[in-house]
Structure formats: structure tokens, C-alpha cells
């Protein structure tokens, strides 16, 4: 079974630019998840999927992030006009539907670097 | 609120010692706890979970984790390290479907 994919693996991308991060998640799996790291900080939540729908996206930084999740498949976080403050690792996580506490798959993560 | 807390930044171990890692947690009801570790270049790789039961749990890789309630922690346990287990360590509990993470512990193995 093919775990959570997630592309690109590394971007580098200039203040102001737009960048699209995407993620495959495990098939099968209703719930899924954006997760953020930046340098020398903890991972942090962004923000939840349950199929097409966002249940909760009180992580999510600012209004210069946006995700979405057509059709329930996969999903993906755009960032306009990206930040310095925007570099660090994005992870993409998946989980199975359930209550709550599901465990969570991740994915090898996109590093992100804004100059 | 629910937060994890990992004391230690960084741990260098001898291959062959044996490592202990510390997880702290702070919340209301049982929790559910995880254990990921994140090698070099690589993603997050679950390692064990804790939901209920059983408060030592058994993971991948030759780790374990014991619960203990009275003092809040869920430390991560390995009797004989190997060089491959340099690594990246985070200690996290979930609560209404989000994860929260400690900052993490890397772990530095020595010949």
C-alpha cells in the first residue's frame, strides 16, 4: 500500500512568489492533514480535511495560505504571495475516519525556502 | 490545552548504550500519545502509540514507552542503540483530531 506522497520534496522560491505544495494521501483515508515546521520551531498544526470538507483550519497562518481538497483525493496548500517567514518543512499527514485519535501517516515533508 | 513537553534538545549516546527519552504531557483526560521519529532526509515514521490498556507499549525498531499517569510522561525507551537510530525524535498527544507535538530530541549516536 503506497503511504502519503507529497510534492515537490524541495522548493526554493523568491518573496513574493506562489507556491503550490500538493499531497497524496493514503487511499482510502477520509481525513487529512497540514502540519508546519519552521526553523528551529515546533511541528504545528495548519489545518484538517474530512473528505472535501475543512473541519478545522484554525492553524492556518494568515489568509495568504490557502488549501483545498477537490473531489476528497488529494489536496493542495498554496502560498500567495510566500514570506520569508513562510520557510520550513510542510508535512502532510492522513489518517482513517474514526473519532479523533486515529493515527496519522505522514509524508517525507516539502522543505520550503523563501529568499 | 494540551501540550507536550521534551526536555531535551539533544542526547549523544554510545552505539550499543542504552537511550531514554523524555515526554512530559500536560492534559486533562487520558491522552493519546505518540512517539515519531524522523531520520536525515526522511519523513515522520510512527514508533508506537499509547491509547489504553497496557501502559508499556511496544513499537518498531526494538523501542518501548511506559505511560505513568502519577507523574505525566511517556518516556521512550531503547536497551541497545544502533547507528542508525540517529535520528530526530518528537514526543505528541492528539485531541480533537490535531496532533500536538513536543520540539523534539536529536539524537546523536557515537561509535
Known amino acids: 500500500e503506497a503511504g502519503v506522497t507529497q510534492f515537490p520534496s524541495h522548493s526554493v522560491i523568491e518573496k513574493g512568489q506562489t507556491v503550490t505544495l500538493r499531497c497524496d494521501p493514503i487511499?482510502?483515508?477520509?481525513?487529512l492533514y497540514w502540519y508546519r515546521r519552521v526553523m528551529g520551531k515546533e511541528i504545528k498544526f495548519l489545518l484538517h480535511?474530512?473528505?472535501?470538507?475543512?473541519?478545522?483550519e484554525s492553524g492556518m497562518p494568515n489568509n495568504r495560505f490557502l488549501a483545498e481538497r477537490t473531489g476528497g483525493t488529494y489536496s493542495t496548500l498554496k502560498v500567495q504571495p510566500a514570506e520569508l517567514e513562510d520557510s520550513g518543512v510542510y508535512f502532510c499527514?492522513?489518517?482513517?475516519?474514526?473519532?479523533?485519535?486515529?493515527?496519522?501517516?505522514f509524508g517525507p515533508g516539502t522543505r520550503l525556502l523563501v529568499l | 490545552a494540551q501540550s507536550v513537553t521534551q526536555p531535551d534538545i539533544h542526547i549523544t549516546v554510545s552505539e550499543g548504550a542504552s537511550l531514554e527519552l523524555r515526554c512530559n504531557y500536560s492534559?486533562?483526560?487520558?491522552?493519546?500519545l505518540f512517539w515519531y521519529v524522523q531520520s536525515p532526509g526522511q519523513g515522520l515514521q510512527l514508533l508506537l502509540k499509547?491509547?489504553?490498556?497496557?501502559?508499556l507499549v511496544q513499537g518498531i525498531k526494538g523501542f518501548e514507552a511506559e505511560f505513568k499517569r502519577s507523574q505525566s510522561s511517556f518516556n521512550l525507551r531503547k536497551p541497545s542503540v544502533h547507528w542508525s537510530d540517529a535520528a530526530e525524535y518528537f514526543c505528541a498527544v492528539v485531541w480533537d483530531y490535531k496532533l500536538s507535538f513536543g520540539a523534539g530530541t536529536t539524537v546523536t549516536v557515537r561509535a
Open positions: 499527514a492522513s489518517s482513517q475516519a474514526g473519532q479523533g485519535a486515529e493515527t496519522q501517516y
Open positions: 492534559y486533562g483526560a487520558t491522552p493519546y
Open positions: 480535511f474530512v473528505k472535501e470538507s475543512k473541519q478545522d
Open positions: 487511499s482510502g483515508h477520509d481525513n
Open positions: 499509547y491509547f489504553s490498556g497496557d501502559t
